[in-house]
T-cell receptor, first 114, second 112 residues
Framework: AQKITQTQPGMFVQEKEAVTLDCTYDTSDPSYGLFWYKQPSSGEMIFLIYQGSYDQQNATEGRYSLNFQKARKSANLVISASQLGDSAMYFCAMSGDNTDKLIFGTGTRLQVFP | SQTIHQWPATLVQPVGSPLSLECTVEGTSNPNLYWYRQAAGRGLQLLFYSVGIGQISSEVPQNLSASRPQDRQFILSSKKLLLSDSGFYLC???????????FGAGTRLSVL
């Protein structure tokens, strides 16, 4: 069975600093995808970044980068130059074994302070 | 561009009443469609997904059902709501197998 673990219930970071949100996963499927979503207080889930299991390079999208360490089964999200608007819940997710469903972690609440 | 619409945004219903939440997608054809539920302070749990009209897969046995009467329409229903059905319901779509899923704004359901 697949599993996503996010061990940081909450994180604080000062504006303009970088922050790393941890995510580890477990799967026996050789092909899988890893996703990060942002959920602000409004509730909408906003897609941030995707990493395929066979991608050789770490994914980057603007200020977001995914630190993919396949041997360690980790897919940490790095947010550079944090902004106040980055305060939200962040969820790591992975695609399922031969299905289309996403398995979500329990999330990390990020708070950016001035 | 593709957009996903979900309504209503909030809903307060008495126990035992019926439920119908609707989700529609624009700007694409034959999308995969999903219904998730999020309990307060928790991650998302997949309830149903559909790869085509009339094709529904259920992930969790419960008081809810789903239907896909049209290609880009996905409906979540219940004949009689329970207190435990309260939560935040999110609809999502993806272009295909293992693709990125894009979410609607969600419906906050309170069953009293």
């Amino acid at each position: 069975a697949q599993k996503i673990t996010q061990t940081q219930p909450g994180m604080f970071v000062q504006e303009k600093e970088a922050v790393t949100l941890d995510c580890t996963y477990d799967t026996s499927d050789p092909s899988y995808g890893l996703f990060w979503y942002k959920q602000p207080s409004s509730g909408e889930m906003i897609f941030l970044i995707y990493q395929g299991s066979y991608d050789q390079q770490n994914a980057t999208e603007g200020r977001y980068s995914l630190n993919f360490q396949k041997a360690r089964k980790s897919a940490n999200l790095v947010i550079s130059a944090s902004q106040l608007g980055d305060s939200a819940m962040y969820f790591c997710a992975m695609s399922g074994d031969n299905t289309d469903k996403l398995i979500f972690g329990t999330g990390t609440r990020l708070q950016v302070f001035p | 561009s593709q957009t996903i619409h979900q309504w209503p945004a909030t809903l307060v219903q008495p126990v035992g009443s019926p439920l119908s939440l609707e989700c529609t997608v624009e700007g694409t054809s034959n999308p995969n469609l999903y219904w998730y539920r999020q309990a307060a302070g928790r991650g998302l749990q997949l309830l149903f997904y559909s790869v085509g009209i009339g094709q529904i897969s259920s992930e969790v046995p419960q008081n809810l059902s789903a239907s896909r009467p049209q290609d880009r329409q996905f409906i979540l229903s219940s004949k009689k709501l329970l207190l435990s059905d309260s939560g935040f319901y999110l609809c999502a779509w993806s272009p295909g197998h293992r693709d990125i899923q894009y979410f609607g704004a969600g419906t906050r359901l309170s069953v009293l």
